[in-house]
């Protein structure tokens, strides 16, 4: 039971490349969710998808793009990569009931230079 | 947006001791409350959650809920040198709405 997974762990883009950040969960959650942490700031949420077929703004969604692709899977992409862009991302899931209740995947370190 | 207010730290307490952790949010109809752990370079994961005022027990941990005060905190107990880790608190205000604080560094020292 792997719980979250993300990939990639690591990643250094240029300005204005684009990549997409992939997330799957195994534990057959209806609510997945994108956030990012930056030092001081706190976990930021990005997007979500409250169930298969539906996502949703968060509080800080420009320049990022997302994708439901099934229950399992929910992906970040970045078409423009900005330095502004550097953070940690993680991803999570939740049984759906839209409370803090979450799991978290590993992170992944994305710098932009 | 509303606000999760958390002392950035770092706390440092004595292995064996209490450690008291502190938060205050702005919406007053909040609803639920979590507690997370973050280990350096980890991920967040969930150790407390409350939905009532009061306290709330889970072996060395103790989540505290005053609604009229908009604050929670948490208490752990006997506390470890494995227990150094930034202590995140999370507010629920609505569907799908949560807000997390900056967090709060906790160092036990042996």
């Known amino acids: ?113 | 947006q509303k606000e999760v207010e958390q002392n950035s730290g770092p706390l440092s307490v004595p292995e064996g001791a209490i450690a008291s952790l502190n938060c205050t949010y702005s919406d007053r109809g909040s609803q639920s409350f979590f507690w997370y752990r973050q280990y350096s370079g980890k991920s967040p994961e969930l150790i407390m959650f409350i939905y009532s005022n009061g306290d709330k027990e889970d072996g060395r941990f103790t989540a505290q809920l005053n609604k009229a005060s908009q604050y929670v905190s948490l208490l752990i107990r006997d506390s470890q040198p494995s227990d150094s880790a930034t202590y995140l608190c999370a507010v629920n205000w609505g569907y799908q709405k949560v807000t997390f604080g900056t967090g709060t560094k906790l160092q036990v020292i042996p």
């Open chain 1, 1 to 113: 039971n792997a719980g979250v997974t993300q990939t990639p762990k690591f990643q250094v883009l240029k300005t204005g490349q684009s990549m997409t950040l992939q997330c799957a969960q195994d534990m057959n959650h209806n609510s997945m969710y994108w956030y990012r942490q930056d030092p001081g700031m706190g976990l930021r949420l990005i997007y979500y998808s409250a169930s298969e077929g539906t996502t949703d703004k968060g509080e800080v969604p420009n320049g990022y793009n997302v994708s439901r692709l099934n229950k399992r899977e929910f992906s970040l992409r970045l078409e423009s990569a900005a330095p502004s862009q550097t953070s940690v991302y993680f991803c999570a899931s939740s049984e759906g009931r839209g409370t803090g209740e979450a799991f978290f995947g590993q992170g992944t370190r994305l710098t932009v230079v």
